[in-house]
């Protein structure tokens, strides 16, 4: 999908709808930037905004007749408080008014979008809002498919950097939207090798010089000593892969590594989980997901940093080969670990990604993972959480909120380290009962050496079981993506 930016008087715009901003002030909704609007249309909306239920609250969407106005229906979506929207705000109404007109062939943004930040926000929230997974559907296809042409109104129209930053967005939105596919698929359908066969197509469709895939298999695991992903993929009879994405452009300025947890499906293995919620371990993967696209989006804005996607792939099931409870598995390099919960699995296939990724002397490390269901008792379902080492921790939030996307930084306290404690091996896979997050993290630190390094916690925001919002689809979110691209972009910068 593809953004138009135009500065044609929006009166004149011959489109399906044509979107403005409502904001509230004064308890009275309050159309932005749109003096362009007939006289008549706007008396008709003040008189009669009650009765159409238009307050201009955020994620609020609502459809009048266009009179006096070439496109046949006039969207008005909120933006709240009457102040100067954030570059956020716009970013979420402006995909909060496509993600409801889905089975709209096109739609105009008449948003406020006078500077380079407003133009590339309204465009990259339309095309996030846009976005539909009609894979398993058939009935309902055609009607709730994604809008098929968006135009963003703007005095920018013909001015280069805005033309640039909306090909960059499209570029950053279709990672998200590939992403947020495979966190959808069904694990019937991805599962390690598939997973893996899916990294292999769309580092060929790419068709970018530099960018390569790699695959080891579970006879390679096992020879290469990756002793976590063998031990949680030996209870399915789809073995593990570890997978490898590689951009490396000439002459690149740093050299970044992404490790992402793949767990295609996880049941929690012997130490099963409830029954109840299990539909959405299918999401498990949504780090590794996360990592292949964001490598092939760097690869494909030709960064110019050298950017490593590891993606540690296992589907953790019960089974008689299944991991138990007290086996020790070594981890590559050699550190040991006990297994004292076979529900705590991604941190044993993280770990081997990580001492794999640090083997390459990166710059930086920085993992993601919907690794603890502590992160959302913690932050909830909206806000993903990082910890590490100082100055990326830091770089990974101011990343975030130049991105749109909420991350929270979190310490790694080091009298966490007692609880991991082994009466067997080198350490154990769990801790104590609370600060579970935190333990996670410290659990990961153990294997990236001296190694600069971040780790992301997404479990709650990867996986949207409520009701849409913004520009946020039910289902695969894509978190993280913008995120890791904006740190990748401001090492390029640096």
């Not at 000439?250 to 947890?261: D, E, M, N, Q, Y």
């Not at 990724?357 to 920085?366: Q, R, W």
Request: charged letters at 20%; one cysteine or more.
């Amino acid at each position: 999908m593809t953004v138009t930016l135009t500065s044609q008087n929006p009166t004149r715009l011959t489109t399906d709808a044509l979107v403005v901003a409502v904001a509230q002030q004064d308890g009275a909704p309050v159309v932005l930037g749109a003096d362009w609007l007939p006289a008549a249309l706007c008396a008709d909306l003040t008189r009669d905004a009650r009765t159409l239920a238009v307050t201009g609250a955020v994620d609020e969407v609502r459809r009048i007749p266009a009179a006096g106005l070439s496109a046949r229906v006039l969207v008005l979506t909120g933006v709240g408080p009457h102040t100067a929207p954030s570059a956020e705000t716009l970013r979420r109404a402006a995909g909060a008014a496509t993600r409801e007109l889905g089975g709209t062939a096109s739609v105009a943004l008449a948003l406020p979008a006078d500077d380079l930040e407003q133009v590339t926000a309204v465009a990259e929230g339309a095309l996030l809002g846009a976005y539909a997974y009609t894979r398993y559907r058939e009935a309902d296809a055609a009607t709730s498919a994604p809008v098929a042409a968006l135009t963003v109104v703007t005095a920018l129209a013909k001015d280069k950097a805005a033309t640039a930053a909306v090909a960059r967005a499209e570029v950053v939105v279709a990672a998200v939207h590939a992403t947020r596919d495979l966190v959808n698929t069904a694990p019937n359908d991805l599962y390690p090798a598939a997973f893996a066969d899916i990294a292999r197509t769309v580092v060929k469709d790419a068709g970018v010089r530099g960018l390569k895939v790699t695959v080891l298999d579970e006879k390679a695991l096992v020879a290469g000593g990756y002793g976590g992903i063998v031990g949680v993929g030996q209870g399915s009879v789809r073995p593990p892969r570890l997978v490898k994405v590689a951009y490396t452009p000439t002459r690149p300025r740093a050299k970044v590594a992404l490790v992402g947890k793949g767990i295609t499906f996880d049941s929690g293995g012997i130490s099963i989980k409830p029954a109840a919620g299990m539909e959405a371990m299918k999401s498990d993967m949504a780090g590794a997901a996360a990592v292949l696209h964001t490598v092939v989006a760097a690869a494909r804005l030709g960064l110019p940093v050298a950017v490593t996607g590891w993606l540690c792939l296992a589907e953790n099931m019960p089974s008689g080969s299944a991991q138990r409870p007290s086996d020790v598995v070594t981890i590559r390099g050699g550190k040991t670990v006990e297994v004292l919960n076979t529900d705590a699995e991604g941190r044993l296939v993280m770990a081997d990604g990580l001492v794999a990724a640090t083997e390459e002397k990166p710059d930086v490390v920085l993992d993601i993972a919907t690794l603890t269901g502590a992160q959302m008792v913690a932050l909830g379902y909206r806000v993903s959480a990082v910890m590490g080492s100082d100055d990326v921790r830091a770089e990974v939030v101011a990343a975030a909120e130049t991105s749109g996307e909420q991350f929270w930084p979190m310490p790694l306290p080091g009298e966490l380290r007692a609880g991991l404690k082994s009466k067997v091996a080198d350490l154990a896979n769990i801790g104590d009962r609370f600060g579970g997050m935190l333990t996670a993290g410290v659990f990961l630190q153990e294997f990236v050496g001296t190694t600069p390094w971040a780790h992301l916690d997404i479990a709650g925001p990867s996986f949207n079981e409520k009701a849409p919002h913004g520009y946020t689809p039910a289902g695969g979110t894509g978190v993280g993506v913008r995120t890791l691209l904006g740190l990748i972009e401001a090492r390029a910068a640096r």
